[in-house]
């Protein structure tokens, strides 16, 4: 099975603030994933990457940018957080075409005060 | 989301019988993912799949592009199966959009 893992799990942040989200994947996946999940919604994609030293914008990307320095890890950055980014962000890696199964992680709960 | 729509939203089942899941497409889907959001906040990938089906054990699941829908079907439903069922369309560029889930309830 698929091991992707998130950091923290649980974090809470200042207005303003800086914040980063760390996700790391051991199964050499190409492509990695970075999406927030807010009350009663599915899942909507922020940014993600094609391989190392790749970021592509997704459908909401404003307010926030990404960072891949490797295969293994895909970062998603707040530079000024906003109560609006109060939300759950999940992270997930696939193998790329043709066959992109998703497998992601456990998730981190972030709340902006 | 409008270009993913899931139906019903939500869905209370007696332990032991069986029910179908629908999802229906306005956009070019060419694969289907179907994932179960557990009680914990887990998301589980349950069928990835191209136009056809797929069965897993109690769980089947059907995608049809020509029709652009998609259904997942439960059998002998089991408490363990309670959670939020997402399906997420893939387009031709590679991107996944999400439906808005449809919560499932299984009472003994």
């Known amino acids: 099975e698929a091991a992707v893992t998130q950091s923290p799990r649980n974090k809470v942040a200042v207005t303003g603030g800086k914040v980063t989200l760390s996700c790391n994947q051991t199964?050499?996946?190409?492509?990695m994933y970075w999406y927030r999940q807010d009350t009663g919604h599915g899942l909507r994609l922020i940014h993600y990457s094609y391989g190392a030293g790749s970021t592509e914008k997704g459908d909401i990307p404003d307010g926030y940018k990404a960072s891949r320095p490797s295969q293994e890890n895909f970062s998603l950055i707040l530079e000024l957080a906003t109560p609006s980014q109060t939300s759950v962000y999940f992270c997930?890696?696939?193998?790329?075409?043709?066959?992109?199964?998703?497998?992601f992680g456990h998730g981190t709960k972030l709340s902006v005060l | 989301g409008d270009k993913v729509k899931q139906s019903p939203s939500a869905l209370s089942l007696q332990e032991g019988t069986n029910s179908a899941l629908r999802c229906n497409f306005s956009i070019a889907a060419t694969t289907v993912q179907w994932f179960l959001q557990n009680p914990r906040g887990s998301l589980i990938n349950l069928f990835y799949l191209v136009p056809g089906t797929k069965e897993n054990g109690r769980l089947k699941s059907a995608f049809d592009s020509k029709e652009s829908y998609s259904t997942l079907h439960i059998r002998d439903a089991q408490l363990e199966d309670s959670g939020t069922y997402f399906c997420?369309?893939?387009?031709?560029?590679?991107?996944?959009?999400f439906g808005d889930g449809t919560v499932l309830t299984v009472k003994p």
């Open positions: 199964n050499n996946h190409n492509n």
């Open positions: 997420a369309a893939e387009d031709n560029t590679g991107k996944l959009t």
């Open positions: 997930a890696s696939g193998p790329g075409q043709p066959n992109e199964r998703l497998f």
